[in-house]
């Protein structure tokens, strides 16, 4: 880290101590990096590297910043994460995670009825749960749901039968 000292330009003396953080996974560098894009670059990969979201705050950038939370909702599958991230951000995230955790309930975070009847839809299909289709609460979702499993139910019965 003596040798980045010695770089006289900032941005290039940024550069040198983000990568000697990130080889060391040492976040107390990052502190000390004067340059605010890789003050912000040390901060997003060490943040994703160890999972540690409450340094994500501390990213400037706000691309960067929401770059930095939904990477590590995605990997920890913490959906509180998603609330974190602009509107259409946040609503793919619980989608997604919903989706990974195959969690029916997280389908009530999402904004509008339609989005949350549709990940509900989508978790019933994934988890084969046939009742999952009366938490539907758009009546068009719920017939397709029913009849998406009436059609597995006759496939299976098909397939049994000529076996």
Known sequence: INVCNLIVSEMTKGNCQQQFAEINNDKTICQSINDSYWKDNCYLNYAIKNNAEGLCILVKNIEDRGQCFKTIAFATNKD???????SQGREVCIFTIAKATKNIEL?????????????RIKIAT??????????????????????????????????????
């Open 80 to 86: 509180i994460l998603c609330e974190h991230l602009q």
């Open 107 to 119: 389908c009530t975070n999402l904004k509008t009825p339609l989005d949350q009847d549709s990940c």
């Open 126 to 163: 994934l988890t084969n749960q046939t009742n999952s289709c009366n938490l539907i609460k758009i009546d068009q979702i719920r017939t397709d749901c029913k009849e998406y499993f009436k059609g597995i139910l006759k496939k299976e019965t098909v397939n049994s039968s000529s076996k």
